[in-house]
């Protein structure tokens, strides 16, 4: 399993992963908006030793209190239903995570299962008295910094670009 950067050959291929992966088309006009509006900081695919595309990560900027931080907000993640459950979606997550500390980003949050996103050092937001403007199950807004010094004395709302208000 190959994981990179996207191309622009890939676009198509990951917007039919992403309509085929998710209940409805919300992520996938997601990840078209955000790409088109120059919101994408991050994408990332992991494909075969065929190369085909069988895996996405999308990571966009997100901002505290309306000020940037240079944070990023990962959303969405999916993996092809016939790779699932082989690690493909965890090695997207730590290859992004990974590269993201490289280029200087010091902090990325992400909305979704706690038991699952713990293993890669994210925390609950509001431990840090951080939250996100939708409802959300305890401890499902999560928060993970390089190093301490980049969330302490910092806290209040965190606010995905806007694309994500269509959803």
Known sequence: MLIRTEAPADILTIDRLVRETFET???????????????????????TDEGEV?????????????EDFNWQGLAPLCVQ????????????VKE???????????VSVVL???????RFGFESATKYGMTCKWEAPEGAFMIKACSPEFIEGKTGLIEYCPEFDSL
């Open 54 to 66: 069988v895996g996405h990560c999308l990571f966009s900027p997100v901002m505290l209190n309306g």
């Open 96 to 106: 992004g995570l990974e590269t993201l500390a490289e280029l200087g980003y010091p």
């Open 25 to 47: 088309e919300a992520e996938a006009k997601l990840v078209m908006s955000i790409r088109e509006n120059s919101h994408l900081t991050l994408s990332l695919v992991a494909c």
């Open 81 to 92: 239903s016939e790779y699932q459950k082989q690690g493909i979606a965890q090695a997207l």
């Open 112 to 118: 979704g299962d706690p038991a699952y996103y713990q």
